[in-house]
């Protein structure tokens, strides 16, 4: 009788634990995880959750975690999704773990290959200029894209070839919705299936996505003379192709210096500048490329021959926030200020876009100060009120993220992260030279002011 107890006992416990396992794997665990990791270490929760905001925050809540009692561990992602969403950041990030990566399936497009192909076929003299098919600028995919025939605001782009080996034929690679504007909605999926929303604009025969989704090309020029599509396409793959930290000469006046990426150390942007600071000190104006960067490493403290080359007045650098543990610890900013003004490069031409992110715009933030320095292309992202980004894993190893840990101080007065930088001359999506445009400008001839 007693061995018998003892037995009993043995699996009560090991039901119990086995009981405790699986809930804190569920959904509402890891919900409940995900709200604490807000509370207790992203910088911009308070922020976030103050005055109106509050109640939406709230509700949203409620809402989710009324949800997640009814939603399996494995199908959770979209609620957690929905929560980190709430936020507007970037800088905090919810995504399935490696060992959960297999989780994510991909779309499969309403039609086949052959339906697509026949439609198109059929409809050539009604087809939309979106509808056809198209190639991204690193000819890894051919898509067709379709109108959905219930709404005809829909469009489709799905596999029709592909060289990445865990694509095929009838997957969706990117859905767009068309607003008021002409421009478009759109959810790209990357490689591992993962969605990202973007916009994205038609020129011609050239489809520009916002982000990190690129350019894509008619496969057949429809409304562009196919020896200027050629050219266009040519310089795209030229520019995509350019290492990062590239430096050139364009003629005596320009100089230019791509950097798409911080993701590199700390010292490589001065070291660079460094290495050609010669040719630069001597020639009046310096293009840095910064389209497409989404940043990376690096601080003020690593970027002193940049401050060198665009200082013409003091520089503040704000001081931060950080949250530890819940709690908000302050450190105090400063001013920089030198003792002289480089007398070249005396104009600095910096290319921003939507791709811009991070460390990148903290680099704009600074940048903007000077009376050198003029910014050229469409607003960043918007990714920088929060950062120093920490890395997170929710329960039982299904969901991990990254969670911005350091608030700084200029949102007090204003927020980057709801506009992101604007440029000081707009160039337009028709335009694909943007190096041409700031050489034009420089020059005198018109372009497209915003201020």
């Not at 290959?113 to 991204?136: C, F, H, K, M, V």
């Not at 400063?334 to 910096?350: E, G, H, N, Y």
């Not at 445009?437 to 002011?449: E, H, Q, S």
Request: hydrophobic share 35%.
């Amino acid at each position: 009788m007693k061995h018998l107890f003892v037995i009993l006992s043995l699996v009560v416990i090991s039901t119990w634990g086995h009981a405790q396992q699986i809930d804190s794997c569920s959904c509402q665990a890891n919900l409940n995880a995900l709200i604490q990791v807000a509370k207790s270490r992203y910088a911009g929760f308070e922020d976030k959750t103050a005055s109106k905001a509050l109640n939406q925050y709230n509700q949203l809540r409620q809402n989710l975690e009324q949800q997640s009692r009814l939603t399996s561990p494995s199908a959770c992602l979209t609620i957690l999704e929905k929560y980190v969403a709430f936020f507007k950041d970037d800088h905090f990030t919810i995504h399935y773990t490696d060992q959960a990566a297999a989780s994510r399936r991909p779309v499969k497009a309403k039609e086949s290959p052959d339906q697509i192909n026949r439609y198109l076929l059929a409809n050539q003299a009604r087809l939309s200029p979106i509808e056809g098919t198209w190639r991204d600028i690193d000819d890894l995919y051919s898509v067709t894209i379709c109108r959905d025939q219930k709404d005809p605001n829909h469009y489709t782009g799905s596999i029709a070839s592909t060289k990445v080996t865990n694509w095929q034929a009838g997957l969706v690679k990117f859905s767009l919705k068309q607003m008021p504007s002409k421009r478009f909605e759109a959810v790209y999926y990357f490689r591992d299936f993962t969605p990202a929303n973007y916009t994205a604009s038609v020129q011609g025969d050239i489809i520009k996505f916002s982000g990190f989704g690129g350019h894509w090309i008619r496969t057949v020029a429809k409304f562009d003379e196919s020896a200027q599509l050629a050219r266009t396409v040519n310089l795209l793959t030229q520019q995509r192709q350019l290492p990062n930290l590239s430096f050139k000469f364009i003629d005596a006046n320009f100089c230019y210096l791509k950097l798409n990426s911080f993701q590199v150390a700390d010292s490589a942007f001065n070291t660079v500048l460094l290495q050609h600071q010669q040719a630069i000190s001597r020639t009046p104006h310096l293009i840095i490329d910064l389209r497409g960067n989404a940043g990376g490493c690096c601080s003020l403290d690593s970027w002193g021959e940049f401050i060198r080359l665009i200082y013409t007045q003091p520089i503040i650098d704000a001081g931060v926030t950080e949250k530890v543990d819940g709690k908000l610890i302050s450190y105090p900013g400063r001013t920089v200020r030198r003792d002289s003004v480089a007398k070249m490069p005396q104009q600095i031409a910096l290319l921003i876009d939507s791709g811009g992110a991070s460390s990148a715009e903290l680099l704009l933030e600074y940048a903007r100060q000077s009376q050198k320095v003029t910014l050229f292309g469409s607003p960043t992202s918007g990714t920088m009120d929060y950062g120093t980004v920490r890395p997170y894993r929710l329960g039982c190893g299904l969901y991990e993220g990254y969670v911005a840990t350091v608030r700084s101080d200029w949102t007090l007065h204003g927020k980057i992260d709801e506009t992101g930088y604007q440029p000081d001359v707009v160039i337009g999506d028709d335009q694909f030279d943007w190096v041409r445009v700031v050489i034009d400008y420089y020059a005198g001839k018109p372009v497209l002011k915003n201020r």
